[in-house]
């Protein structure tokens, strides 16, 4: 007589799933899931995977039934393959004998198996989603990359505990690292999306791109290359640059405007400034902040300026990343970032040898080295490795726009002596803001033969 098919509890497939998951050793026999098992296996990795989703965004945040409902298509395709490639169950007079078999047993085991590494992975995007770990590259794929390792491993155990022969073993693995590919590829939707402030968004209108746009930035760049006044027999004249390159943040314009009155108004540079910005609002008012029309304002005013007595101050304000460039968007218009050596590369092509040149970013001491030379002042708002603040969306300048620029540059016209003021404030407000990544650290790099020039237009504006 034959022996009866054994039934196993939910709680014994859930263990026997983590067994599968850390190489351990089975214990189904020949058992299979009853269908509201299967079903409740499913839930509750479909319900821990939707859980964790919710904390990976650190705000407020809406489910979206639509990206819940997405992940499941892939299911059904892996179930099919599966079905395609495992080992047909057979009867036998002793169905307790031999490894586990059938569609369902491995399914059930399966789904369970994969959890502990999709929770790794979805921990650390919690980690970094709530700002619990620094914003690095590593801690996003190299957590991911062995959690990749671990499922594709966890799938071959699964399957050679079967009785699956090797090829179809790596070709059912194959394919369900393929589906999992197409689903992140094709089907990026979440169950958790951000809320979205939609009366700020509302409040802030899109660039409207028309033929009237473009004529009237064409027309916004002659009017500016004609109102640029030539340098002063005699004086040694401070022009201006003021570039703010991205439109999704608001303070940006608000910094860059900022400067360009204290340049105008503090440093005798009425009609030697450039303002460039990508701003919605001031499409019609502003040339865009493009590395093309970057380029352009350094050989306009290249052109308008004693070369060998004037300043250049170049003033750049945007995100920044930890390769350096700055961050640039004004959609649908696109915009590529610039990098110090493309900033370089054009002063020099320009003949423009005097330089003052603040970058107001995240990462901007990675501008010192290319920049530097002994006719040059450089400062940045951070130094290579940290990050700068006050360029979120809720800010009216950034920490060191301010403490640099509105503050201390009204009271003096020595960018050293206003740099060394600044620095101490800007570390104190960091730390009253909470900043958990270290201090931002500005940078300074002044050349021996900047500083004589400088001097002369600080004693000049003194005395004025």
């Known amino acids: 007589m034959s022996q009866e098919t054994p039934r196993l509890s939910l709680h014994e497939w859930i263990l026997n799933g983590l067994r599968a998951a850390f ?18 296996l499913v ?6 995977d939707i859980a964790l989703d919710r904390w990976v965004i650190g705000g407020d945040a809406h489910f979206d039934a639509r990206g819940a409902l997405l992940s499941w298509w892939n299911a059904g395709a892996i179930v099919l393959l599966a079905w395609w490639l495992l080992p047909r169950q057979t009867d036998s007079s002793e169905p307790n004998q031999g490894p586990p078999r059938g569609l369902a047993a491995w399914f059930a085991l399966w789904v369970v198996a994969i959890i502990p ?4 992975v979805q921990l650390i995007q919690v980690a970094l989603g709530n700002g619990w770990l620094p914003d690095a590259d590593a801690l996003t794929w190299v957590p991911t990359l062995v959690a990749s390792i671990w499922l594709v491993a966890a799938t071959l ?3 050679a505990r079967f009785a699956m022969r090797p090829l179809l073993n790596i070709a059912l693995t ?4 393929a589906l999992f590919a197409l689903s992140a590829w094709q089907f990026p939707d979440r169950p958790w999306q951000q809320d979205i402030d939609e009366s700020a968004q509302e409040r802030k209108p899109g660039l409207q791109l028309s033929q009237d746009t473009f004529e009237t930035q064409q027309g916004l760049w002659r009017q500016v290359t004609a109102n640029l006044a030539r340098g002063r027999p005699g004086v040694a004249d401070v022009y201006g640059i003021v570039f703010s390159p991205d439109a999704d943040e608001e303070v940006f314009l608000r910094e860059s405007t900022m400067v360009t009155r204290v340049l105008e108004d503090r440093f005798d540079a009425s009609g030697r400034v450039i303002h460039l910005a990508n701003n919605a609002g001031t499409a019609d008012s502003l040339p865009w902040a493009t590395p093309k029309n970057l380029q352009r304002a350094i050989d306009a005013v290249g052109e308008k300026m004693d070369r060998e007595r004037d300043v250049l101050i170049v003033y750049l304000t945007s995100h920044g990343a930890n390769d350096f460039k700055l961050a640039a968007s004004n959609p649908p218009l696109a915009v590529d970032s610039i990098s110090p050596g493309e900033l370089r590369q054009a002063l020099d092509n320009a003949g423009i040898r005097n330089r003052v040149i603040a970058i107001s970013a995240c990462y901007s001491g990675g501008w010192v080295g290319p920049l530097a030379d002994d006719h040059t002042l450089v400062m940045t708002a951070a130094d290579a490795t940290h990050t700068s603040f006050g360029c979120g969306s809720r800010s009216d300048l950034t920490f060191f726009g301010r403490a640099m620029f509105d503050e201390q540059l009204r009271h003096t016209h020595s960018f050293e002596h206003a740099f060394a003021a600044a620095v101490p404030v800007i570390k104190r407000r960091e730390e009253e803001a909470g900043k958990d990544d270290g201090f931002s650290n500005p940078q300074i790099s002044v050349g021996e033969k900047i500083r004589p020039m400088l001097n002369e237009i600080e004693q000049r504006l003194d005395a004025h």
Request: glycine share 14%.
């Open 23 to 40: 190489f351990l050793p089975l214990r189904v026999g020949a058992a299979q899931p009853t269908a509201p098992q299967l079903f409740a």
């Open 117 to 120: 590494a999709n929770t790794l």
């Open 174 to 177: 194959g394919g369900l690292v």
């Open 43 to 48: 839930v509750i990795g479909s319900a821990l």
């Open 157 to 159: 155990w699964l399957g």
